[in-house]
């Protein structure tokens, strides 16, 4: 079993739409959560991170972290097509120091 | 927040040959991390390269395979040796950081350098 498993997709939905992504993992030593957009022929660069459990806003951004069944989140609110790319999943026992695990990454189309 | 540059941007290399990736930071950082994103795949851990000290790799790379150079706090190279075709993939340099009012360290990321090997 991988530490973390992603759907790779792909996703495609329209515009406006309400988009679920979700990560399962299988060590409890983690302790923060990341989630990475990675554009094409682009880095992957950070969009929100959740120590712990928990939610966490960031304008139509939304990640939720369930340490209890080992499951995240990522919800996006009336997606653009400017959404479209590879979301990947990320986690680390600490911050600072140390390398992340990720998962494989989900890509979502964003139809206008 | 950390600005990396890599070079070269992707490359088409015939089986058998070398590889070396420059990765270039605009500010010192002590760890950098080289990661390898296989089509399909998540990105994986090559090796952590502290500067002044052998670099760490992973369980799967060897330093006959990847050797790494850290020669200051803002460059590393990876070289990629005796190519195959199993080689093709996206590495990836990476670095931490402070973001600007946030209390997590982040890792940047550079570009990328996507290889062929034939």
């Known amino acids: 079993q991988k530490e973390v498993e992603q759907d790779p997709g792909p996703l495609s939905v329209p515009e406006g739409a309400i ?41 139509r951004f939304t ?10 989140s990522l919800f996006i609110r009336d997606s653009q097509p400017s959404d479209s790319a590879t979301y990947l999943c990320a986690m680390s026992r600490r911050s600072g120091n140390t390398p992340l ?12 | ?16 040959t070398s590889l070396t990736i420059q990765c270039q ?11 390898r994103q296989q089509p399909g795949q998540s990105l994986t851990l090559i090796a952590t390269a502290n500067q002044g000290s052998e670099a760490t790799y992973e369980s799967g790379f ?21 190519m195959s075709p199993e080689d093709s993939s996206i590495y990836l340099c990476s670095v931490e950081g402070w973001s600007s009012g946030s209390s997590y360290n982040e890792q ?5 350098t996507r290889l062929t090997v034939l």
């Not at chain 1, 990640?63 to 995240?72: E, F, G, L, P, T």
């Not at chain 1, 695990?101 to 979502?108: A, D, E």
């Not at chain 2, 540059?5 to 058998?16: A, N, Y």
């Open chain 1, 101 to 112: 695990v990720f998962g494989k990454g989900t890509r979502l189309s964003v139809i206008a």
């Open chain 1, 63 to 72: 990640a939720q972290v369930d340490k209890s069944s080992k499951y995240i």
């Open chain 2, 25 to 35: 930071v605009d500010s010192q950082v002590t760890m950098m991390f080289w990661y």
């Open chain 2, 62 to 82: 060897v330093i006959d395979k990847f050797p790494i150079s850290r020669p200051n706090l803002t460059f590393s190279t990876l070289t990629v040796s005796n």
């Open chain 1, 19 to 59: 988009v679920s992504l979700n990560c399962t993992y299988s060590n409890s030593a983690f302790q923060y959560f990341m989630w990475y957009r990675q554009y094409s022929r682009k880095g992957p660069e950070l969009l929100m991170y959740t120590y712990s459990s928990g939610n966490k806003e960031d304008g």
């Open chain 2, 108 to 112: 940047f990321f550079g570009p990328g």
């Open chain 2, 1 to 16: 927040s950390a600005v990396i540059s890599q070079k070269p941007s992707r490359d088409i290399c015939q089986r058998g």
